[in-house]
């Protein structure tokens, strides 16, 4: 089992860069696909970018292709998501979560653990 722990979130202005991390917990997170979604207020969560487990495929929400790289380090229980040319409309809580399948999946109710969220807030 595992358990994630998102950071990295924060105030920027439109146009800026930010790096979220999820930390993993647990001996087999290496083998499991990870997910990027976000959350508004009053929405509900979407997806954003998606990895598989050994990185030999990625998927993205098509607003943010080209803005945001999501990649991972399995050595370090560890999955990013450097978030480049922020826009306003990108601000959200955002969470990572694991899919222990390694399933290429864009639904959260697919995905099995969650983290807590981290809020990225994009400045006009």
């Known amino acids: 089992q595992v358990q994630l722990v998102e950071s990295g979130g924060g105030l920027v202005q439109a146009g800026g860069s930010l790096r979220l991390s999820c930390a993993g917990s647990?001996?087999?997170?290496?083998?499991?696909?990870m997910g990027w979604f976000r959350q508004a207020p009053g929405k509900e969560r979407k997806f954003v970018a998606a990895i598989s487990w050994s990185g030999d495929w990625t998927d993205y929400l098509d607003s943010v292709k080209g803005r945001f790289t999501i990649s991972r380090d399995n050595a370090k229980n560890t999955v990013y998501l450097l978030m480049n040319s922020l826009k306003p409309e990108d601000t959200a809580v955002y969470y990572c979560?694991?899919?222990?399948?390694?399933?290429?999946?864009?639904?959260?109710?697919?995905?099995?653990?969650w983290g807590q969220g981290t809020q990225v807030t994009v400045s006009s």
């Open positions: 647990g001996r087999t997170f290496s083998r499991y696909a």
């Open positions: 979560a694991a899919e222990t399948a390694n399933l290429r999946a864009t639904m959260p109710a697919e995905y099995d653990v």
